[in-house]
């Protein structure tokens, strides 16, 4: 399994600002994933994060508002631009255990994010 | 486009009862499905992976069924405790996405 670790582990935002979001993992690993829990619901992929290449984003979601950086095989960083209250949200990056679609998802302890 | 529900939504039961959490999914074509349970506020715990070839996969007092071609699969805990009190989501990988996810079941273990 994986151990992933992420930063902030939470925090409160202007509405307005930007907060980035950082993920780190104990291995090297070609796919990092990041979601969206909005307040009751489920996870939703917003993009994956390939190494060398730009993110691939997920409908609804766009480079604009969520900039993604994954700089080598072990790190990967989230942007939430211009934020909003609707931004609110716990934000978790994760990885596989191998390619998908056959492998094991494990995920990190999650940004909860709250903006005023 | 694949889809999975959980029911129940929320479930409250008394201290050492045997409990069952149902998920079921729209597209059978799966390659597995993932058992997470989430703490109020916190990331995923993976707690069973079962591959689309078994039927079922046991950790400890959970053990996860999988009954593919009728769409289905169930978290069965045993002698369940205060300290399984979380929610606990189902997940499958789809053609396009790692997972998608149920809304999961929100559970209450009663001291």
């Known amino acids: 399994s994986a151990v992933i670790s992420q930063k902030p582990s939470r925090d409160i935002c202007q509405r307005g600002t930007s907060l980035t979001i950082q993920c780190q993992v104990d291995?090297?690993?070609?796919?990092m994933f990041w979601y969206r829990q909005q307040p009751g619901q489920s996870l939703t992929l917003i993009a994956t994060?390939?190494?060398?290449?730009?993110?691939?984003?997920e409908s609804g979601f766009v480079i604009d508002k969520f900039p993604i950086s994954r700089p080598n095989l072990t790190f990967s960083t989230l942007t939430v631009s211009n934020m909003s209250p609707e931004d609110s949200s716990i934000y978790l990056c994760?990885?596989?255990?191998?390619?998908?679609?056959?492998?094991?998802?494990?995920f990190g302890p999650g940004t909860r994010l709250t903006v005023l | 486009k694949q889809e999975v529900t959980q029911i129940p939504a929320a479930l409250s039961v008394p201290e050492g009862e045997n409990l069952v959490l149902n998920c079921s999914f729209t597209?059978?074509?799966?390659?597995?499905l993932q058992w997470f349970r989430q703490d109020p506020g916190k990331g995923l715990t993976s707690l069973l992976l079962i591959q689309s070839s078994q039927r079922e996969q046991t950790s400890g007092r959970l053990n996860a069924s999988l009954d593919k071609s009728s769409g289905r699969s169930t978290l069965y805990i045993a002698a369940s405790q205060p300290g399984d009190s979380a929610t606990y989501l189902c997940a499958v990988p789809s053609r396009n996405t790692p997972l998608v996810f149920g809304k999961g079941t929100r559970l209450s273990v009663i001291a």
């Open positions: 994760s990885v596989g255990s191998d390619p998908p679609p056959n492998n094991e998802q494990f």
């Open positions: 994060a390939n190494q060398g290449s730009e993110a691939t984003y």
């Open positions: 597209d059978s074509a799966i390659y597995n």
């Open positions: 291995s090297q690993v070609t796919m």
